[in-house]
């Protein structure tokens, strides 16, 4: 990948008002070549997209999107500047597409890393300085690796930074992108809200087999009782043997 200067992409940026971040993936695409480049950015919707991102957006949609099996659903707001647009078969398969890419990431939080709370950011922040792989690693560098973990991190809980699920090759921001130069109004992910199942709730414990027998109409075994050992029998106490009798004393008369 070539290296990319800044004045080189500031050079592009000018020409087109797009994005810094997207003028650097044409030139990085185009080994550097603007006027590549800015076919590039044309190809993707991305330079007309921008000129109409500072435009209100007061109409849209909420959307929803219930998973297989009704374990995960979600609720999404994205607006765009008419009702007309709003209507579109076009723009309604946009918050469908949206919806069902929130139910697919769990780890996301927010709509953009921008929108995460600073406390947050400062979290993270204490978590991946205080790693072990860093003790031994001079200031600078440490500070250089936290603040690329700590990028990973938020993109990770940012929705328009997650690879579009439909095509790997395009993050969901470039989607929307392109959805807004095909459409030709400014489009906002504003909101959403996730749901799972059974989350944050305590579940009880049960018994296995009291379980079965509830579903079955059986009655539950019941645990055995436990069996007391007999005691040992008392032996009996022996029996003195009889003293023996005493003997006559005085000495026998002779007969005369």
Known sequence: MADIPAKL????????????GDCKKALEATEGDIEK????????????????SGKITAEGLVGSYIHTGGRVGVLVEINC??????RNEAFQALVKDIAMQIAACPNVEYV?????????????????SGRDDLGNKPEAVREKIVAGRIDKRLK????????????QSITVAEFVKQNIAGLGENIQVRRFVR??????????ESDFAAEVAAQTGATAPAAPEAVAEPEPEAKPEAVA????EAKASGKKKSKK
Do not use: C
């Open 81 to 86: 500047q008419t009702d007309f647009v709003a």
């Open 112 to 128: 953009r890393a921008e929108d995460i709370p600073a406390d947050i950011v400062e979290r993270e922040k204490s978590i991946e």
């Open 9 to 20: 992409v500031k050079e592009l940026r000018d020409k087109t008002n797009a994005g810094f």
């Open 195 to 204: 749901f799972v199942m059974g989350e944050g709730i305590e579940k009880e």
């Open 156 to 167: 990770e809980l940012s929705l328009l930074d997650q690879p579009y699920i439909k095509d």
């Open 37 to 52: 480049a800015m076919e590039w950015l044309r190809q993707k919707g991305i330079t007309s997209a921008e000129k109409k």
């Open 241 to 244: 043997a009889p003293a023996p």
